[in-house]
């Protein structure tokens, strides 16, 4: 479930990620060390469509905008994780919290930086009697804190106070470990939750409270020798072994293949990293030619990136999407006037503005309903706030441009356009395609560190059922960052089950490599 804190509100525009809800914990596979790494495994369940929960993306987006930091986070070590898997959507481990341990299933999620259970004093929410309870007076090593906490999600949120305790994780025991004792869990997202909390491992800065992660507190007590952590997540849903597995402290060379590719930390905070050229089918997308930022995520199911790009390709796979007026009308009234003026070498940024649908501020068009990065105030220019008409028209500006440099004729430029209308991503951030095409679908590739990791069908498709029953639904959904912060991709579980993920705290470094 994508439950990053809100850092730049994007989910305002209702677009909603396909965050699967994760598996029931059940009996957690004894740990086990090999070479000097503690692991935790996952398990499986059959893929059950009316039991998994649908979670906006605007959870990550309201992390990534800017207004807050309401993030989950957390810091592993030496130590091996096994997680679960709930319909290739969210991987679960066990932990304990207190002295004896007190078992919890939690989300490992490098998209937050607190660590949060349900508390015992939970009384009026119905979704704390559905899952374990941490009691207090039952740990021998619990501390009082006692300072309150409260994180919004975009379909959910959790509130309580801060209490500090031991935390078992694997074979490491964290502690004096300040977490969240969730006392209120409303609505429904938790209700039908697998899971009972989250566990984070983004950095502190986007910690809610300032509460040092357990991760941080891994290192900081000498649990782990080499501050990395790993992920190598089962995308055989329907597998009887393993679903999966996090190491702290290093890697299993049996979970990849080759080398890693390894970027920089560009923004700490999340796991960001700038990423190049998205292709699809071989040719090039054009949007982030010039470069595009990217996150790595644990927590959230699928594959986030730009409206335009999503588009292309929902277009290229069959996806359904929706029809959107707006676009179609840029197509008819201002379609050749905005091709025009790309041929004429007009700088793009400054087309829409041009043709009197967007207010240029300097460096971009201004997009109607983005929050800024820095503060939770909307996004002006010279006082005005753009409309719909002016995202459509700067998406139309992007897929004319791509049309451009492949050179197809002004007839075929306004035609395709005009179809990309038809196949905008649905605002509930799910698109059906037809399980018998997945054998006519193209690649998608994402250019990181200079090399090109491709995701096939069989990798970006989730299918649902079995036989006739069966039912499959794109992995991609859209969501839109401004600058300075993006354009944005977010890396899910999608792309992270078929690359094997590393995450060099030391170095401040995120590496890929084929999983095995």
């Given at each position: 479930?994508?439950?990053?804190?809100?850092?730049?509100?994007?989910?305002?525009?209702?677009?909603?990620?396909?965050?699967?809800?994760?598996?029931?914990?059940?009996?957690?596979?004894?740990?086990?060390?090999?070479?000097?790494?503690?692991r935790?495994?996952?398990?499986?369940?059959?893929?059950?469509?009316?039991?998994?929960?649908?979670?906006?993306?605007?959870?990550?987006?309201?992390?990534?905008?800017?207004?807050?930091?309401?993030?989950?986070?957390?810091?592993?070590?030496?130590?091996?994780?096994?997680?679960?898997?709930?319909?290739?959507?969210?991987?679960?481990?066990?932990?304990?919290?207190?002295?004896?341990?007190?078992?919890?299933?939690?989300?490992?999620?490098?998209?937050?930086?607190?660590?949060?259970?349900?508390?015992?004093?939970?009384?009026?929410?119905?979704?704390?009697?559905?899952?374990?309870?941490?009691?207090?007076?039952?740990?021998?090593?619990?501390?009082?804190?006692g300072?309150?906490?409260?994180?919004?999600?975009?379909?959910?949120?959790?509130?309580?106070?801060?209490?500090e305790?031991?935390?078992?994780?694997?074979?490491l025991?964290?502690?004096?470990?300040?977490?969240?004792?969730?006392?209120?869990?409303?609505?429904?997202?938790f209700?039908?939750?697998?899971?009972?909390?989250?566990?984070?491992?983004?950095?502190?800065?986007?910690?809610?409270?300032?509460?040092?992660?357990v991760?941080?507190?891994?290192?900081?007590?000498?649990?782990?020798?080499?501050?990395?952590?790993?992920?190598?997540?089962?995308?055989?849903?329907?597998?009887?072994?393993?679903?999966?597995?996090?190491?702290?402290?290093?890697?299993?060379?049996?979970?990849?293949?080759?080398?890693?590719?390894?970027?920089?930390?560009?923004?700490?905070?999340?796991?960001?990293?700038?990423?190049?050229?998205?292709?699809v089918?071989?040719?090039?997308?054009?949007?982030?030619?010039?470069?595009?930022?990217?996150?790595?995520?644990?927590?959230?199911?699928?594959?986030a990136?730009?409206?335009?790009?999503?588009?292309?390709?929902n277009?290229?796979?069959?996806?359904?999407?929706?029809?959107?007026?707006?676009?179609?009308?840029?197509?008819?009234?201002?379609?050749?006037?905005?091709?025009?003026?790309?041929?004429?070498?007009?700088?793009?940024?400054?087309?829409?503005?041009?043709?009197?649908?967007?207010?240029?501020?300097?460096?971009?068009?201004?997009?109607?309903?983005?929050?800024?990065?820095?503060?939770?105030?909307?996004?002006?220019?010279?006082g005005?706030?753009?409309?719909?008409?002016?995202?459509?028209?700067?998406?139309?500006?992007?897929?004319?441009?791509?049309?451009?440099?492949?050179?197809?004729?002004?007839?075929?430029?306004?035609?395709?356009?005009?179809?990309?209308?038809?196949?905008?991503?649905?605002?509930?951030?799910?698109?059906?395609?037809?399980?018998?095409?997945?054998?006519?679908?193209?690649?998608?590739?994402?250019?990181?560190?200079?090399?090109?990791?491709?995701?096939?069908?069989?990798?970006?498709?989730?299918?649902?059922?079995?036989?006739?029953?069966?039912?499959?639904?794109?992995?991609?959904?859209?969501?839109?960052?401004?600058?300075?912060?993006?354009?944005?991709?977010?890396?899910?579980?999608v792309?992270?089950?078929?690359?094997?993920?590393?995450?060099?705290?030391?170095?401040?470094?995120?590496?890929?490599?084929?999983?095995?």
């Amino acid at each position: 479930m994508d439950l990053l804190p809100p850092i730049a509100t994007m989910g305002t525009r209702g677009l909603a990620l396909l965050l699967l809800a994760a598996v029931l914990l059940q009996t957690l596979l004894p740990a086990s060390h090999a070479e000097g790494l503690v692991r935790i495994a996952l398990k499986k369940r059959p893929i059950d469509r009316n039991s998994r929960v649908a979670t906006s993306l605007s959870d990550r987006e309201d992390l990534l905008g800017g207004g807050g930091a309401n993030t989950l986070r957390s810091e592993e070590e030496g130590d091996i994780v096994s997680l679960k898997n709930y319909m290739n959507a969210q991987y679960f481990g066990e932990i304990g919290v207190g002295t004896p341990p007190q078992k919890f299933t939690v989300i490992f999620d490098t998209g937050s930086s607190n660590l949060w259970v349900p508390s015992a004093k939970c009384y009026f929410s119905i979704a704390c009697y559905l899952h374990a309870r941490y009691k207090a007076g039952a740990s021998s090593t619990y501390k009082k804190n006692g300072k309150p906490a409260a994180i919004q999600y975009g379909t959910g949120s959790i509130a309580g106070y801060f209490s500090e305790d031991s935390v078992t994780v694997g074979d490491l025991v964290v502690k004096d470990q300040e977490f969240i004792e969730a006392t209120k869990e409303p609505g429904v997202t938790f209700l039908v939750a697998k899971f009972d909390g989250i566990l984070g491992l983004g950095f502190k800065e986007i910690s809610v409270g300032k509460a040092v992660p357990v991760w941080y507190n891994m290192v900081e007590q000498g649990l782990i020798s080499d501050p990395v952590f790993s992920f190598w997540l089962n995308r055989h849903a329907d597998d009887e072994g393993e679903g999966g597995e996090i190491i702290f402290g290093g890697m299993d060379p049996k979970h990849y293949v080759g080398e890693h590719t390894y970027v920089p930390v560009t923004q700490k905070g999340y796991w960001q990293f700038d990423m190049g050229d998205v292709l699809v089918g071989g040719k090039s997308t054009g949007f982030c030619a010039g470069g595009c930022a990217a996150i790595a995520d644990s927590g959230t199911s699928l594959l986030a990136g730009p409206t335009a790009i999503i588009t292309e390709i929902n277009e290229k796979i069959g996806a359904a999407g929706v029809v959107s007026q707006e676009c179609k009308t840029i197509v008819s009234q201002y379609g050749q006037q905005i091709l025009d003026l790309l041929l004429a070498e007009t700088q793009p940024k400054k087309v829409c503005s041009q043709v009197g649908l967007c207010t240029f501020d300097g460096t971009r068009g201004v997009s109607a309903g983005i929050r800024s990065v820095v503060d939770d105030e909307p996004v002006k220019s010279n006082g005005l706030r753009t409309d719909p008409m002016c995202s459509a028209c700067e998406m139309a500006v992007v897929w004319m441009q791509n049309q451009l440099a492949q050179n197809k004729t002004q007839d075929l430029i306004l035609d395709y356009v005009n179809q990309l209308c038809n196949r905008l991503p649905s605002p509930m951030g799910e698109s059906a395609v037809d399980c018998a095409s997945l054998g006519s679908m193209p690649d998608i590739e994402f250019t990181i560190g200079g090399k090109k990791f491709a995701l096939k069908p069989e990798e970006y498709i989730l299918k649902v059922g079995e036989g006739a029953a069966a039912q499959c639904i794109s992995g991609f959904t859209a969501m839109d960052i401004p600058p300075p912060r993006g354009p944005l991709w977010i890396l899910g579980d999608v792309f992270m089950g078929p690359y094997h993920t590393v995450f060099d705290y030391g170095k401040l470094r995120v590496g890929f490599a084929k999983a095995a």
